[in-house]
């Protein structure tokens, strides 16, 4: 009889944690709810929505929020299922992987013609635009490096000197965006052999690669190294936060990928999900980028950022997203080949 | 008295009877549990597991992916590393937590009841915090780094270390356990013969903890092979296989892949199995009808030597978790140490601010709750329901599991399993429910051995008896079973909640925009580079672990007060 109770207790529980989940589901339909999925940076997002929600009061972002890689395996596992409305915030090279899926539904967003043709995608209805690039960059420590007297360096070259053996880290390209843009914009500056043969130079200097992007400035920044190969935004925001961090811009030039935003095909709130994506590509998105990022998808809307170079454009290379995403399995195949066995060895 | 009452003939009648009125209930309740796990456990891993024989379009293709994984030189290294890792680990671990628990369990060592709270820190904290910790101690930038020689952290070495400390707590819990329990009239024959100390250990304790000490060793072994926190914090170059995982499937989207390494880790699960069925064959009950509980009396020369070889365990955990709540309150390292409350706000982070940390709570609290019930259900009807053995040895073949399956992989095959439109629990799927699904299934199995463990040490005669007198198993369990098992439920209950507050890799890939969890962005700020908050929030974490392990320190005292007192011996 006592084990009665104990059903009963047990089967009180389950219908709560179901009342639980039920409400949790009525009250996401209270409105118009966009699930947006993104890889923004997390300090934006509130800024972001709230701008967005200025404008369309009728309409409420719910952010899911997570690393690049991790938000395009998500939505390629929900594939038969697609949970999210609208991806807004996304590298183009994950775009592009999804595009190729047939996981997103063209549309031309108004103002489309004001975009540079960089920032969209090349069919005449786009699968995706772009919203604003961020760049490769290097960051160097200056407190460690006068400790270890190490030169300040100024182009990619530099890297391979014998003096920085030991000195470098970069973002590992298996596991990093970050870490394949560089990859690639080295293999399309230098061509394909003289990229290899520049990559196994570089790599007799470096003490380890990383999972994360912006790891390699962040431990530039707490001086765990003295050079970090990493992406600009970070290094330029740990900056502002009191880092002793110089931003290098290397002058053989950059590579760089772009922030991007898409709609989500199959989504049921296609009205809602065009409206956000209008907003995505207006002018006032464009500002509102434009207080982290140097290079957005305007042309003439960008102001310049602090501690980036007067003219980033110039220096980004002509980067074909086409060629790198049709070649990333055999890049980083012929990488792990070459760098990453035994590579504990060091 | 058995004997008179139960002659042999006379009780393998009563048993077949009662068989017969009694074995509807027990199968329906096996049943139950295997569906749970089957949805909970198995046909998730299917659906992910079977990828490993599909193409990216989803076609057959036989072994070809695992052909394409043992041509890979680097990827088949990451196996020979792992191996090694997970093996030091299991023997620093296994020794130092034998050693502890022995101390806690059985000494009169002075400082007991701190030494018991200490040793469950590394499990109050996410694994992520002992890694950052280590960054802190032994970085380049680390108080301690010349105590490495020039050796980098970053690599087996940190791997070892962040790992020994984190599988540390898990490995005592069970030990303590398998010491608890235990006969004192062996004991005290040993002293009547007298057995010398270093004999009675060898002969005495050790044959009765032996099940407690493999159970122990497997657990360490698959939790260092799966864990992918340290090594992605601090694994420098030393590839390993849960590392693969991450990068094959979030670097590369390739989920083919991931699945072959998948089932690869799943191998060591599949020996630790049989090595469990073998040994428990062997294990003979301890806890019998007449057993005596033993009392430890004080021993001046063991207490004192314990004492002096536990200290070093004691400063070392709270070194680790002293620098975390440290680094937590500096404002920017290593160039601005002015102390200040700037990384605990969480609201201008990543992660969901203390919105998360309200979410965690609540997902933890049901966690203990249905998790134990459900749990110890399943535990009591592999050990102690008569009959019926290959449904109850699927049963603890399902309950093993777990164990060997990373986070990660779990929580990638809920999505394709539950977000399937044609799946009737479909429902859930971005609910707080499937967080408190998976994370019950992900830690099912510490539970399961730690409750099969406790349950093995009653003797089967407290079954026989009621059930000759009638009493149906579940009023045994109820009036008998069950308080006897109190302190191991509650301990399980603990372990569930702490480990659902603290859990990442499993639920980062469930939670919605509804229910973003702390431990999670834990690892989102510590990946965005906001390492200070990363560990801000951890310390959070810890701090709310104490708590309720202190809320769980008083509610023991009063519940074990009341049904435990038969463990104090007449005196």
């Known amino acids: 009889m006592n084990l009665k109770k104990l059903f009963y207790k047990l089967a009180a529980a389950g219908a709560l944690a179901a009342a639980g989940a039920l409400a949790a589901a009525v009250q996401a339909n209270a409105a118009t709810e966009l699930t947006v999925y993104t890889a923004f940076e997390a300090e934006d997002l509130k800024r972001y929505a709230g701008e967005f929600e200025n404008a369309n009061p009728d309409i409420k972002v719910n952010w899911v929020r997570d690393s690049t890689g991790i938000v395009t395996a998500k939505l390629l596992a929900e594939k038969s299922n697609p949970q999210a409305d609208v991806v807004w915030g996304l590298a183009a090279t994950s775009l592009l992987v999804l595009k190729g899926e047939g996981m997103l539904q063209p549309y031309a967003p108004a103002g489309l013609e004001a975009l540079s043709p960089k920032f969209r995608d090349a069919d005449a209805v786009p699968s995706w635009i772009g919203l604003d690039a961020w760049v490769a960059g290097i960051c160097v420590n200056t407190v460690e490096a006068e400790k270890l007297g190490l030169p300040m360096p100024s182009s990619w070259e530099d890297l391979t000197k014998p003096v920085y053996r030991g000195h470098l880290i970069m973002p590992n390209p298996n596991s990093s965006g970050t870490g394949f843009l560089d990859v690639s914009s080295w293999l399309q500056m230098f061509g394909e052999e003289k990229g290899w043969d520049y990559m196994d130079r570089l790599h007799t200097n470096i003490s380890r690669y990383t999972h994360s992007g912006s790891k390699p400035c962040k431990l530039t920044a707490t001086g765990e190294t003295p050079i970090g190969i990493s992406f600009a935004y970070q290094g330029a925001k740990l900056k502002k936060k009191g880092a002793p961090l110089e931003l290098v811009f290397p002058r053989e030039g950059m590579g760089w990928d772009m922030e991007a935003a898409a709609i989500v095909k199959g989504t049921d709130k296609l009205d809602a999900a065009k409206k956000l994506l209008d907003f995505a590509a207006s002018r006032k998105a464009n500002e509102m980028y434009n207080q982290g990022y140097a290079v957005v998808a305007i042309p003439g809307v960008a102001q310049p950022v602090e501690f980036y170079p007067e003219n980033p454009e110039s220096l980004m290379i002509d980067n074909d997203f086409v060629w790198a995403a049709g070649n990333r399995d055999a890049i980083l195949t012929e990488w792990q080949r070459r760098y990453d066995s035994k590579s504990e060895a060091k | 008295m058995d004997t008179l009452l139960n002659p042999p003939g006379f009780l393998a009648k009563k048993r077949a009877r009662l068989l017969g009125i009694d074995c509807s209930l027990p199968i329906l309740c096996l049943l139950v549990a295997i569906a749970m796990l089957a949805i909970a456990l198995v046909l998730p891993l299917y659906s992910l597991l079977s990828k490993s024989l599909e193409d990216r379009h989803g076609q057959f293709v036989g072994l070809a992916n695992f052909r394409a994984y043992v041509a890979d030189p680097s990827l088949m290294h990451s196996i020979t590393n792992s191996l090694w890792v997970a093996s030091l680990t299991t023997l620093i671990v296994v020794s130092l937590a034998l050693m502890t628990a022995f101390a806690l369990t059985r000494s009169r060592m002075p400082g007991r009841g701190l030494l018991k709270v200490l040793v469950m820190g590394p499990i109050f904290a996410p694994s992520l915090l002992p890694a950052i910790s280590m960054v802190y101690l032994f970085g380049n930038q680390g108080v301690l780094k010349d105590l490495l020689m020039g050796h980098s952290i970053y690599g087996p070495i940190g791997i070892v270390v962040s790992m020994s400390f984190w599988c540390f707590p898990h490995a005592v819990m069970i030990l303590c356990t398998a010491l608890e329990n235990s006969d004192a009239r062996l004991y005290e024959s040993a002293r009547a013969l007298r057995t010398s100390p270093l004999r009675a250990f060898m002969t005495v304790t050790l044959p009765s903890i032996k099940y407690g000490l493999i159970s122990a060793a497997f657990v360490v072994f698959t939790l260092a092979i799966t864990d992918f926190g340290a090594p992605k914090v601090i694994g420098g170059q030393y590839n390993v296989l849960a590392t693969d995982i991450y990068k094959q499937v979030i670097g590369l989207q390739n989920f083919q892949m991931g699945s072959v390494v998948s089932v690869i880790l799943l191998l060591p699960a599949v020996l630790a199995f049989a090595v469990d069925r073998w040994v428990q064959r062997r294990q003979v009950a301890l806890l019998t009808a007449r057993a005596e509980p033993l009392r430890v009396k004080p ?111 779990l929580g990638l095959s809920y999505i394709f399993f539950f977000n399937e439109p044609g799946n009737p629990l479909n429902g859930i799927y971005g609910t707080l429910a499937i967080l408190v699904l998976c994370t019950i299934a992900h830690y099912y199995t510490v539970c399961h051995l730690t409750l099969v463990t406790a349950l093995k040490q009653i003797d089967g005669e407290f079954e026989a008896v009621s059930a000759s007198l009638k009493v149906p198993f579940y009023v045994t369990c109820w009036r008998v079973t069950l308080p006897v098992c109190l302190p191991a439920l509650l301990e399980v209950a603990l372990y569930l909640f702490v480990n659902a507050l603290n859990t990442v890799s499993a639920v980062v890939f469930l939670y919605s925009s509804q229910t973003a969890l702390a431990s999670v962005a834990v690892l989102n700020m510590d990946d965005a580079g906001d390492i200070a908050p990363a560990a801000a929030m951890g310390v959070v974490l810890m701090l709310t672990c104490i708590g309720v392990k202190g809320l769980h320190w008083g509610l023991s005292r009063l519940l074990l007060g009341r049904s435990q007192c038969w463990r104090q011996a007449r005196a």
Request: glycine share 10%; charged share 10%; with cysteine.
């Open chain 2, 299 to 409: 021993h001046r020369a063991r207490d004192w030597s314990l004492l002096l070889l536990c200290t070093p365990v004691a400063v070392v955990i709270l070194g680790v978790l002293g620098m975390a709540v440290y680094a937590s309150l500096v404002t920017f390292w290593p160039y601005n140490l002015d102390l200040s409350f700037n990384n605990y706000r969480f609201d201008l982070m990543d992660g969901g601010g203390w919105g998360a940390y309200f979410n965690s709570l609540q997902m933890a609290g049901w966690t203990a709750v249905i998790g134990t019930l459900v749990i110890f259900a399943n535990a009591y009807l592999v050990e102690k329901v008569p009959g019926l053995g290959p449904l109850r040895t699927l049963v603890h073949l399902m309950a093993m599991v777990p164990l060997a399956v990373p986070g990660m992989v």
